[in-house]
Nanobody, 124 residues
Framework: QVTLVESGGGLVQAGGSLRLSCVASGGTFSNYRMGWFRQAPGKERDFVAGITWTGSNTYYGNSVKGRFTISRDNAKNTVYLQMNSLKPEDTGVYYC?????????????????WGQGTQVTVSS
């Protein structure tokens, strides 16, 4: 089991950028694939981005491709989400999650550990 703590959320105007960070503790970080998900009020938790153990492979939700970049630093036990060209529809609570098993990186139900979330609000 790993504990995840997100930071970096906030209020930004459309077209702006934010960088989210997620620090892991209590486990061997490099044993986990990592993902970012977001949830808007009244909606399901959607896949945003995922990254494999060494960062060699990354995956993105269709709505964020070309605007968001996921990366990780295993020496710092941290995964990042760089968000550029933000849109009002990117608004929501962003969650970091860790996947220990060989499950589907895009499926929230496969993840074993979750952070508390950080709010991102994009104004128009």
């Amino acid at each position: 089991q790993v504990t995840l703590v997100e930071s970096g959320g906030g209020l930004v105007q459309a077209g702006g950028s934010l960088r989210l960070s997620c620090v892991a503790s209590g486990g061997t970080f490099s044993n986990y694939r990592m993902g970012w998900f977001r949830q808007a009020p009244g909606k399901e938790r959607d896949f945003v981005a995922g990254i494999t153990w060494t960062g060699s492979n990354t995956y993105y939700g269709n709505s964020v491709k070309g605007r968001f970049t996921i990366s990780r630093d295993n020496a710092k036990n941290t995964v990042y989400l760089q968000m550029n060209s933000l849109k009002p529809e990117d608004t929501g609570v962003y969650y970091c999650a860790a996947l220990r098993s060989w499950g589907n990186l895009l499926n929230a139900r496969e993840y074993s550990d979750w952070g508390q979330g950080t709010q991102v609000t994009v104004s128009s």
